[in-house]
């Protein structure tokens, strides 16, 4: 991996800023308590461990019968990394309350993967712009979809036990917070052309 910085900055702002898998961790722990929520979590380890996993075949694929991609997909990563920028920005805190049932399972964290966007476009572009250019073997690619899951699952704990204490947080410091998170976001872009 030729820039290991990029990359663990990209994973960290991606995996950490609001998104549903977050917001919905915090609401759970601060609707039912940290260790009934716990379930959600692991469920969004194993849902994210099978997108990331069909993420990167596709992209295995892809690579092996057009290996000209390359270059098309760093671009497209790039720009959805700007675009993630700019959206981190100029985001503004929301509150996670839901409507009120239960979420708090394993089959919802799971279930839950496959219709968020965040967590579909943030595995394709792990993908494509970070792991396949520069790895083929399978365990490899393997050991980066559980390291990508873990700290997924690491997220969504560290949302949940910090639940309202963290909104707050991000409420008082917003700006800061959004404009160093955009600018790793910027400097993730970059350097992939470096």
């Known amino acids: 991996m030729p820039n290991f910085p990029a990359f663990l900055s990209y994973v960290i702002v991606t995996t950490f800023t609001p998104g549903p898998n977050n917001i919905m961790s915090m609401s759970n722990a601060s609707r039912y ?13 194993f849902g994210f461990l099978v997108i990331i996993s069909i993420c990167s075949a596709f992209s295995m694929a892809i690579y092996s019968v057009m290996p000209s991609v390359k270059p098309v997909m760093t ?24 409507d009120g049932r239960q979420t708090t399972t394993v089959m919802s964290g799971m279930l839950m993967q ?17 792991i396949i250019p ?4 399978v365990p490899v690619i393997l050991l980066f ?18 639940g309202s204490f963290f909104q707050r947080f991000l409420a008082k410091n917003e700006k800061v917070v959004n404009t160093v998170m955009a600018l790793l976001l910027v400097y993730c872009a970059v350097s992939l052309f470096l």
Do not use: E, Q
């Open 145 to 162: 979809s559980v390291m990508l899951a873990f700290m997924g699952f690491l997220s969504t704990c560290t949302w949940g036990l910090f």
């Open 33 to 45: 308590g940290f260790k009934k929520s716990l379930g959600y979590n692991f469920g969004v380890f």
């Open 75 to 98: 671009v497209i990563g790039a720009s959805y990394i700007l675009y993630l920028a700019w959206k981190t920005y100029r985001s503004h805190a929301k509150s996670g309350d839901g």
């Open 134 to 137: 520069y790895y083929r073997s």
């Open 114 to 130: 496959f219709i968020n966007p965040k967590a579909i476009i943030y595995a394709i572009t792990i993908a494509t712009t970070f």
